[in-house]
C-alpha cells in the first residue's frame, strides 16, 4: 500500500544538534546569559516560546522573547549553510525510494519554516516533499499531535495512512495520539515506537510497506 510518510528533521533527515547548540550558546550570550550543555540537550527539539523563559526569566516580555528567538535561528541558518550539513545516512536514499514509488511525503517539524527551507536546499532534498508543517502551523508542540494532522491534512491522507519517522520520545507520542504508525530512530533504541532501529540505513526494504498493510 502506497500512503504518506510524514518526517521529523532534526535528529532524523539531518544531525543538526551542534548548529542548534552553537546558535543558542552564542545568542543567549550576547544577551549577558551563559548556558550550559546540559541546560541546551534539555531543552533541545522544543520550541522557541517553550525554551526562552526558562533562560530569560518567567518575566521577559513577548518581545524579548520573539526577538532572542528570531536571532538564534538567523544565526542558526547561517551557521547551516556555512557548515553544508549533510542528511544522516540512509536518509536521502529512503526519501528518493519512497518518492519513486509514490508516497507522499511531508516534512512534520518544531522548527521554523525558513529553517526547514534552508536544510532541505543545503542538502538537495527540496524536491521531494509535497508539504511543509512548521513551528507556525500549529498552536502546540510535540507531544501534541497537531503537527502530524496538519501534515496529514495537507497531503490529503487520512491518519491511518500515514506512517510517521521520528526520533524522539515526544514526536513518537504525537504519532501514537495522531493514530498514526512511527518508525524511531534512535542510537539509544529508548523509543516506544512500531519500529525502532539505529539508522535508517538498517531499516528493511518492505518497512513502509508492511507498516502500511498493518
Known amino acids: ?83 553544508r550539513m549533510e542528511p544522516l545516512p540512509g536518509a536521502r536514499e529512503w526519501v528518493g525510494r519512497l518518492h519513486e514509488h509514490g508516497w507522499l511525503q511531508a516534512i512534520a517539524s518544531s522548527a521554523p519554516r525558513a529553517n526547514i527551507e534552508v536544510v532541505l536546499e543545503v542538502i538537495g532534498m527540496a524536491g521531494f516533499f509535497e508539504a511543509l508543517v512548521s513551528a507556525e502551523d500549529v498552536t502546540a508542540g510535540k507531544p501534541d499531535p497537531q503537527v502530524f494532522q496538519k501534515g496529514a491534512e495537507r497531503l490529503g491522507m487520512p491518519p491511518s495512512r500515514c506512517i510517521v519517522v521520528e526520533d524522539a520520545v515526544p514526536g513518537v507520542e504525537a504519532a501514537r495520539r495522531a493514530g498514526m504508525r512511527c518508525i524511531g530512530v534512535s542510537r539509544k533504541g529508548l523509543l516506544a515506537a512500531d519500529i525502532v532501529v539505529q539508522s535508517l540505513e538498517d531499516l528493511r526494504p518492505d518497512a513502509f510497506e508492511d507498516l502500511g498493510r498493518g
Open 1 to 83: 500500500m502506497v500512503g504518506a510518510v510524514l518526517w521529523d528533521m532534526d535528529g532524523t533527515l539531518v544531525d543538526s544538534e551542534e548548529y542548534h547548540w552553537l546558535s543558542w550558546r552564542d545568542t543567549m550570550a550576547s544577551e549577558g546569559i551563559a548556558i550550559t550543555h546540559d541546560q541546551f540537550i534539555k531543552t533541545f527539539g522544543q520550541r522557541n516560546d517553550s525554551i526562552l523563559p526558562q533562560w530569560l526569566g518567567v518575566g521577559a516580555s513577548a518581545e524579548r522573547i520573539q526577538r532572542v528567538g528570531d536571532a538564534k535561528e538567523e544565526l542558526y541558518r547561517k551557521l547551516v549553510r556555512e557548515g
